[in-house]
């Protein structure tokens, strides 16, 4: 530990001349401002300035996404197909990062490999950015002498799976945002439009309709309790997110409930397929044994219906059977997998057969997406046109009722 603490890199901004007189500049990892000067020297370069470079307020506090572990993974695979040697693809990975907290993450693996450690074991030491499924391809990659292959097939899965996951986003974003710019604009025009309204019409000394009673109602509640509305908002935000968190009856409700969905409980059942076929194909392409590979399956396709479809079909493969037959006992996977994964065990060629399943139901998340899309946006300004439009109709009905009057 203290030597591996001892051999902590850090990034340091020089300053220089070179043979020829002109004045250089760049970034290099060392460990301290003496061995980047000698390594300066070597290339010829006489350092003038040598300091540890700051972190930006802003970068500081930049997350680390699965893009970036997705990212990490690319270039490690590429590094690895390139002949490069391991410690040395760490150096060249974190020079090109711009998350200060992702270079931070690429040199702690770095200090645990070059103390000795593997790489498996480097990656399990952070959990919270490499899962089960990352690391035992590693190992595994590692224990055959094939790591750049298995590394291509691990960036393959995440840049895939993180794809899958956007396209999911993107339907779900895109109407939550509307629909918060229609509830704020509504608002708004209740707060400061409406009062207004309200003030022309006490002095008509007439009965006013009773949708526009209903709306200036509203308006007063809004006007005399907003605060109150915005605490509970947020309260029930944080709620909802507190029970999520720590309540796993309440998750697995509610991953029950998605899939019950109308439209968007069809893009995440066919996600889940996706992730199921594209989790197996990879582990199991990768020499994991089937039963070893459906435990790491069981957490990667994100719904406790797909879990525990999962783990039955484990211990029924365990057991002996089939891994069509066990599909098909759970009824929950679509019957073109199961006739796929049939077919791949016939001809010894489960993990492409999985594949192809795995890019087919992409593709309908795909195709499924866009089609959602294209039906909110119509549905959308329904939505607004009824909101907007029925505050104006509120508000003028008693003005065309009275001009009828007249």
Known sequence: MAAAKAAKTSTFVWEGKDRKG?????????????????????????????RKKGISLFGAGKKIKPLDIALFARQMATMMKAGVPLLQSFDIIADGLENPNMRKLVDEIKQHVAAGNSFA??????????????CNLVEAGEQSGALETLLDR???????TEALKAKIKKAMNYPIAVVAVAVIVTCILLIKVVPQFQDVFSSFGAELP????????????????????????????????????RSEKFRDGLDRAVLKAPVVGNIVYKSSVARYARTL????????????????????????????????????????????FSMRSTNVFPAMAVQMTAIGEESGALDTMLDKVASY??????????????????????????????????????????????
């Open 121 to 134: 074991a480097a990656l399990r030491t952070k959990p919270q950015y490499f899962d089960d499924l990352f």
């Open 210 to 245: 009773g949708f526009t009673l209903f709306v200036i109602g509203i308006s007063e509640g809004l006007q005399e309790w907003w605060f109150i509305f915005i605490i509970a908002l947020v309260a029930a935000g944080y709620l909802f997110m507190q029970a999520k968190q």
């Open 281 to 324: 194909s990879t582990t199991f392409a990768a020499g994991v044994p089937l039963v070893e590979a459906l435990d790491s399956v069981a957490g990667a396709t994100g719904n406790v219906v797909f879990r525990n479809a999962v783990n039955k079909v484990k211990q029924d493969v365990t057991s002996g059977m089939q891994l069509n």
């Open 22 to 50: 002109s004045v250089v500049k760049g970034e290099l990892n060392g460990q301290n401002p003496a061995l980047i000067k000698a390594q300066l020297r070597k290339q010829g370069i006489n350092p003038t300035k040598v």
């Open 154 to 160: 691990v960036a393959t899965y995440k840049e895939k």
């Open 361 to 406: 139901y992409e593709a309908e998340v795909d195709n499924a997406v866009d089609g959602l899309t294209a039906l909110m946006e119509p549905l959308i300004m329904s939505v607004l046109g009824v909101l907007v439009g029925g505050l104006i109709i509120a508000m003028y009905l008693p003005i065309f009722q009275l001009g009828g009057v007249v």
